[in-house]
């Protein structure tokens, strides 16, 4: 699943372009493939209606957004909302995610209750895809001076906290009930191993190698004093008892924890797969990055890497360790309070 963000002026052309008959659902006379909050088939006169609203939103200087939900068919045929031999997509379904998903974008953007979105399924590339416009007449955005064009403008840029909770909410969406019980399942199986790993890892009466008792003394007695002690701190005075923690972490994950963290590996990488396929259509995707320079907005083109199992497996892994340290501190605490 892939999506982008941007804001465009041209507001008739993009719902013209949305509503293109050859890369819809078939359509009719009174009706367009244009579904909205309210209905699954926009009338020819409620388009009119549609306009009308996106003229009075430009005329108040109100942005629009312009996004685009990306699917894998591999996935959506995984999950029976596509017909392989027949390419008939389960449009309702869809609909109905995106439907659920909007009022949570639009809420966590603080945008203004006048805002309205509308949609089209595109059934022209290789990837079933969602075009949605989105705007408002009266704009409650953050406003700010735009240099190169004199003016000043509503800020435009979503954030990626944002923007990811609208793709996880579209993606469980359409889980079919078997998916979603086994994900719970495995979600049991993770939670379970990790309470494990964490219970264990601080028990000074089993420990049974010098070494890590040394890492354990070494590293309490560097702790900083009058401080609360944190394992993600990167404080110049925490480092070494950091230093010696991760000494101590390593060899627990080696030795006593070692049969129950290759579990928890195994099962995590396996969780992290049921996703790949989903977000597959993402891949090389062009968007526009942008980031903070000293109080400055700088923008760049940008291509999307797709979903790197390998990123989140290293994003597990430091959570662990951090639960592992934090918990080796909470102890610390407690022997010397």
Do not use: C
């Amino acid at each position: 699943m892939k999506q982008s963000l941007k804001q465009g002026l041209d507001f008739e052309s993009y719902i013209n372009y949305m509503n293109r008959s050859y890369a819809t659902e078939d359509q009719t006379e009174e009706v367009t493939a244009i579904f909205t909050q309210e209905v699954n088939y926009l009338a020819k006169d409620q388009v009119e209606g549609l306009k009308s609203n996106l003229t009075e939103a430009y005329e108040h200087g109100s942005l629009l957004w312009q996004g685009v939900i990306s699917f894998d068919n591999a996935f959506l045929a995984k999950e029976g909302l596509y017909d392989v031999e027949t390419g008939k997509v389960d449009q309702q379904a869809i609909k109905n995610v995106v439907r659920e998903a909007m009022p949570n974008l639009i809420n966590q953007e603080g945008l203004d209750s006048s805002a309205f979105w509308w949609g089209n399924i595109h059934l022209n590339t290789d990837n079933v895809h969602v075009h949605f416009g989105l705007s408002e007449k009266n704009s409650g955005r953050e406003r700010f001076f735009y240099e190169p064009r004199g003016q000043w403008e509503y800020r435009g840029n979503f954030s990626q906290k944002t923007i990811k909770q609208l793709k996880s909410q579209v993606l469980n969406g359409l889980l079919n009930e078997q998916t979603k019980k086994q994900h719970l399942r495995q979600e049991q199986i993770l939670a379970n191993l990790k309470t494990n790993l964490i219970q264990d890892v601080f028990k000074p009466e089993k420990i049974t190698q010098s070494a890590e008792k040394n890492f354990l003394e070494q590293a309490f007695s560097h702790l900083p004093q009058d401080k609360k002690w944190r394992y993600g701190s990167h404080a110049k005075d925490f480092a070494v008892s950091k230093f010696f923690l991760d000494k101590y972490i390593d060899s627990y994950l080696a030795n006593d924890g070692k049969e129950v963290y290759e579990a928890w590996q195994q099962e995590t990488k396996a969780f992290l797969e049921l996703y790949e396929g989903s977000y597959t259509a993402s891949k090389g995707a062009q968007y526009e990055a942008f980031r903070k320079v000293n109080g400055e907005t700088q923008r760049r083109n940008a291509t999307s890497q797709g979903y790197r199992l390998e990123k989140f497996l290293q994003k597990r892994e430091a959570e662990l360790r951090e639960r592992l340290g934090n918990r080796i501190l909470r102890e610390f605490k407690k022997s010397s309070s």
